[in-house]
Nanobody
Framework: QVQLVESGGGLVQPGGSLRLSCAAS????????MSWYRQAPGKERELVAA????????NYANSVRGRFIISRDNAKNTVVLQMNSLKPEDTAVYYC????????????WGQGTQVTVSS
């Protein structure tokens, strides 16, 4: 059974930082691309950052590029999103996603973690 468990969300002031972690189990982690998505109230879920299975390639939404960093540790089955210079518009539920390299239906989501940026 595949499980993705996010942690690290919370309340932070504008300009602050948070570090989100996603621990994966029940899968061969190195065969999955990992991503972080977010969904704000009344909005669609959007891609925030993604990292290839090897960790050598990343991409970011324009709104977070230069402020967020995604990384992964294939030995520990974890993916991390370091979020810096947070803005109120970053407030959302953040979800971890695992997508298999070749098998399209192997696409898994975590339960989400709330990030609130407010003074």
């Amino acid at each position: 059974q595949v499980q993705l468990v996010e942690s690290g969300g919370g309340l932070v002031q504008p300009g602050g930082s948070l570090r989100l972690s996603c621990a994966a189990s029940g899968l061969t982690f190195s065969t999955y691309a990992m991503s972080w998505y977010r969904q704000a109230p009344g909005k669609e879920r959007e891609l925030v950052a993604a990292i290839r299975s090897s960790g050598r390639s990343t991409n970011y939404a324009n709104s977070v590029r230069g402020r967020f960093i995604i990384s992964r540790d294939n030995a520990k089955n974890t993916v991390v999103l370091q979020m810096n210079s947070l803005k109120p518009e970053d407030t959302a539920v953040y979800y971890c996603n695992a997508k298999h390299l070749w098998v399209e239906e192997r696409n898994y989501w975590g339960q989400g973690t709330q990030v609130t940026v407010s003074s």
